[in-house]
């Protein structure tokens, strides 16, 4: 009888899972199968969205700067992490730094976005006026090395936190004993840390992997996609598929694989890193 409760009392929570995950998702493979702009009468087309899509260069390229994108940023994004969690691990000023790195993750991104354009503005911005800043509206490279400071820069804070809890965890008896067993700090850290690190690191490059592969929002505040598609990311790609060229039918194809290609690449990065039981 306590179980049938329980089943209860979690009905209210799934039905609203279902109401706005399962049924949209549903939505979006219905209209996938559709030749659609939404404002035209819908065509049933079947597969036809998907098999354009896998014949789309487009596509391709787009994915390519995306994957070119999430390395350059998963990889210095858990590195600072990890570096200034360990910096900062243990210090008086812990708390008040931990604070300001995790402050840009509260401003809204309109403004952050707002912010940066003016700062790194080559023309205008305010640190063109005392060093020299790179063409990013003219490079496809400086830009997408723009994006990628300025995401590690929103989300580094998070970063920091996961890492800096998991630290806490750790048992300081186990590198005491390493120490008095004539362990270096090097040695402790390689050994000992750095293991019982993995399922914070594991955490960090699983939701860097996702936020890099629907990532949208900054590349359409900054740079729109540019300099000459420089920076068109999968998430860019299916809004100006959809809302611009007017494919809402071929957008909603886009949607069900960058979903797909975000669920393999996160199983296989949390199958790959998970800790050994």
């Known amino acids: 009888m306590g179980r049938n409760n329980a089943y209860w009392f979690a009905l209210p929570a799934v039905a609203l899972l279902g109401l706005f995950l399962l049924y949209p998702f549903l939505d979006v493979l219905r209209f996938s199968t559709w030749d659609w702009s939404g404002l035209s009468e819908p065509k049933v087309i079947g597969l036809e969205n998907y098999r354009n899509i896998l014949r789309d260069p487009d596509f391709y390229n787009s994915l390519r700067i995306t994957l070119i994108f999430g390395v350059m940023t998963l990889i210095p994004f858990v590195i600072l992490s990890i570096l200034l969690a360990l910096a900062l691990?243990?210090?008086?000023?812990?708390?008040?730094?931990?604070a300001l790195l995790f402050l840009p993750g509260l401003v809204t991104l309109g403004g952050a976005t707002v912010a940066w354009y003016t700062l790194f503005s080559p023309e205008y911005g305010a640190l063109a006026s005392v060093l020299p800043v790179p063409r990013w509206d003219q490079s496809p490279f400086w830009a997408l090395v723009l994006i990628m400071l300025f995401t590690i820069w929103r989300h580094i804070g998070y970063g920091v936190l996961v890492v800096s809890a998991r630290l806490k965890a750790?048992?300081?008896?186990?590198?005491?004993?390493?120490?008095?067993?004539?362990?270096?700090?090097?040695?402790?850290?390689?050994?000992?840390?750095?293991?019982?690190?993995?399922?914070?690191?594991?955490?960090?490059?699983?939701?860097?992997?996702?936020?890099?592969?629907?990532?949208?929002?900054?590349?359409?505040?900054?740079?729109r996609g540019g300099p000459f598609g420089g920076t068109e990311v999968l998430g860019y790609y299916l809004y100006k598929t959809g809302f611009e060229v007017g494919r809402l039918g071929y957008a909603a194809a886009l949607t069900v694989i960058i979903l797909l290609l975000t669920l393999a690449f996160a199983l296989a990065q949390a199958r790959l890193l998970r800790e050994e039981k």
């Open 89 to 98: 691990d243990g210090q008086p000023y812990e708390r008040p730094i931990k």
């Open 170 to 223: 750790i048992p300081k008896t186990l590198l005491e004993a390493a120490a008095v067993d004539g362990a270096t700090a090097s040695q402790a850290f390689r050994y000992i840390t750095l293991p019982l690190l993995r399922p914070a690191i594991t955490f960090l490059v699983v939701i860097g992997t996702v936020l890099t592969l629907q990532g949208y929002t900054a590349v359409f505040l900054l740079t």
